[in-house]
DNA sequence: CTGTTAGCGCCTTCAT
DNA sequence: ATGAAGGCGCTAACAG
């Protein structure tokens, strides 16, 4: 038997019962609805005190048909840039009045199918979708149960859908663009397994812009793993050969990557080699040499996502696409 | 009105009546009974298919008391190790089918009380608990309500409490008695606001050492904030004028900004300066030079906390509290 | 302003 | 093996 964590708790009807009043006055003072008298309110509320009385949420959810429940799914991907859009929602939930439901999911199809199940019987009253292994028919199984979902980073509409676009594109071609036009160096695409619908169109990006200028010989994808360690020495192997290249990567740690072989080698940033995060972090400003980088403040994207879904819930959103456009941050390791 | 996210939704009676049974047979099938006939089981399953039907979580919850529901409260800062911990727990929370709630929390007395407040009222099955804010009377006030729980980094005890140690005291001590033992510098203590108990403890802890070995005079509390720029401003001015020191920091990102500025001063490290990390994250083997650090497993320690949980609520916990100890990595930052 | 009553969707004895 | 009925705790008309 498990452990009945709530059984005998103390229930509205005995507040009703203790307090003299019925169910419906003590409900009113809960949902604070305004027609009680002062001095009901007041008995009601000290017998509510006085017993230790909470509302069972469940309950409540179960007769509002209302959880005040936001499902939030993201990779299960230990990334600082994923933890901070988590930050963003769950504060911002917090000032909403929202309770908020975590899932996690790994780039799996079945995994990604069950967390969408499990979505819709949790009875969230809206979910934030952040992961690129979610795809379109996820969304229209959301849609078909009427859950009412923001999609950050993937371009989707729908009556109950609004999204956030993540768009790193400009300032990625821009990179490339003034690369080229100075300098003609190869670039040396860091590229991870499974790395997620974001960066698999920011790969795109820079292919077709090095097609665009003609450069498409110089494009090198170098397949890399999430290891630091093991990222470091594919790229030692290839910068010994190599000795000079323009790099970009995905995230600040495969960057740093990058840059420690490249000072192993005796190889100097950014003359020999230059690189560029497109996920820029904290790290980017701390690392030595400090990382160019294309940042964005994904802090701001997770509490911009849940304020649309606040607004969503109470249907005063006009707005259902917003885009957050990434800014390029120069630093020491490329030249321009 | 806010959008009635599962009003129409297929319930268990329309399965009922289009499978032909009755609610109890069709409830014996979601909830994998086997008292049902292999022949209507696949009937009812059919229909279920058909139908799009999904079991409310709410409805069940309040049937049977239990939400399957675990409440995280963790502290609203975004610290590497705390999305460690973070990912351990929900990593596991999914393997035995648990949903998980997320709480922020600031070092707010009042925040924290409408915290716990919250976690009753949503009727979580049990709550995990890592957050130094969290005292004495408010693992009681769950208590009351007899919520299990399990806290991380405090030592309580009691009926429905089980805990996780995190100690670093010895690998802590023994560092700073090597030090001692070859070395004469003072110790500066990079104190940050309102770091919750466990780090406050730890500064204890050197305090407490430092007497031990009648080196009170050396011990310097530094104050200084969570910005790493401001941290390494604060830090530039005291080295320029002291030129060494043995700096503990809590944080990587902290022990970067001492690293920084020693290296902009021209201070090599670590003979002139010495850093250790108590908190050590990834990028202390990533920074150049690599931190020597106190690491434990945080990831782990999430996943343990989340496995105790479990065992918890179907009481088959034997072992109430758990301890995990700390390491010294001795790495770049230190002479030892 | 307050009380009565009927659900919300599901589970669970107790009969059959 | 299956069905009927009461209850989980709360809200929301509808009366009064």
Redesign the interface.
Known sequence: ?????????VTIYEVAKVSGYSLATVSRVINKKDNVTPETKKKILDTIERL?Y??????Q??AT???T?IG?VLP?R?Y?Y???V??GM??IA?IYGY????F?TKPDRDEVKETI??L???????AILFDDALKEEDFSELA?????IVVIGQNVSGE?IASILLDFDNALRQCIQEHYQYFKEPIYFLHVENPGVLVEHLEQVVVDEMSKLHQENKFHKVPVTDS?DETYDVIYKLLKEKKEGFFIASRD?LS??VA?AS?DLNLTIPNNVQILSIIGT??S????PKLSSLALDM?EVGSIAMRMMTK????TLKQKTFTFTAEVNHRQSSRL
Chains 1, 2 share one sequence.
């Open positions: 038997m498990a452990s009945s964590s709530f059984k005998n708790r230790g909470k509302p069972s949420a469940l309950a959810g179960l048909s209302k959880s429940n939030l299960a230990n600082v994923i933890s901070n988590l930050s769950v504060d917090k309770q908020t439901s975590l996690y199940e499990k819709i019987m949790s009875h969230v009253d809206g078909k149960y009427k859950v009412p109950n630091y740690s740093c990557a420690n000072l904290k790290y400003k701390i690392m030595r802090y969503f819930l109470e249907q």
